[in-house]
């Protein structure tokens, strides 16, 4: 009797840690030291621990709630420039509805070369903003003359503030764990492996019913994520 082969790296991240826990529970409630694979087993437990370590930083959202704020607001305020001026480029006094105009020609010319900001990503959006505001700087008087100023003033703080709230982001994340989930997933089951060979050996060599407890319990457990993809993979085809 012994514990069967399961190909490990077709499990989902999620998966792959909730089957190594499941398994390290089986092993520790059996006892390691029972089975001979008290080493293996803290060897195990080390590495499963670094791979939920890292598979946290690698599924922290780049947006925390505040960022979500700050994008949010950054883009009513992009939005509502654009409606401001949109109303005086039909303004009946002429030198407003050209002014608008100009600056509008301004904002689209951005969009086209940069990408609207509204469907661009977090950094490019703040790039393009910041070009924005520096391409309308010398139209000044025209922004006066349409009253956009406070407008222009919210767009340009709405965007420094984000831009900060990112700096201070990248700055804690340097200190952080890289969140290489793969290398740390195949330390894992590197570790399982090797307490997976021992227990297989000490079975052979000295048996006995602790060995066929385990190996029966840990053999459910393969039993249920095997089902698990198997499942998975169905719905696929189905769908």
């Known amino acids: 009797m012994e514990i069967k082969k399961f190909y490990l790296p077709q499990l989902h991240n999620g998966e792959h840690v909730a089957y190594h826990e499941e398994s390290l529970e089986q092993l520790n409630r059996a006892n390691p030291s029972s089975l001979g694979v008290q080493v293996q087993a803290e060897a195990y437990s080390v590495a499963l621990n670094e ?84 391409n309308l700087e010398p139209l000044r008087a025209d922004i006066e003359l349409t009253g956009a100023a406070a407008g222009v003033h919210e767009l340009e703080a709405a965007n420094r503030t984000f831009e900060e709230l990112q700096i201070e982001r990248n700055l804690e994340k340097a200190g952080k764990r890289s969140g290489n989930v793969k290398a740390a997933r195949t330390a894992t089951d590197a570790a399982y492996n090797a307490v997976v060979e021992r227990i297989n050996a000490q079975a052979l060599l000295y048996g006995g019913e602790a060995f066929d407890s385990f190996i029966k319990a840990q053999n459910a457990i393969i039993d249920k994520y095997a089902n698990l993809v198997a499942h998975r993979k169905e719905l696929k085809t189905k769908s």
């Open 51 to 134: 791979e939920k370590l890292d598979i946290d930083v690698f599924s922290a959202s780049e947006l925390s709630l505040e960022s979500t704020k700050r994008d949010r607001l950054r883009d009513k305020a992009y939005s509502r420039l654009k409606a401001w001026l949109k109303v005086y480029a039909n303004d009946p006094d002429s030198a407003v509805s050209e002014a608008a105009e100009r600056l509008l020609f301004v904002i689209r010319k951005s969009a086209i070369e940069l990408g609207d900001p509204l469907i661009l990503g977090l950094s490019k959006e703040t790039t393009a903003i910041n070009s924005l505001l520096r």
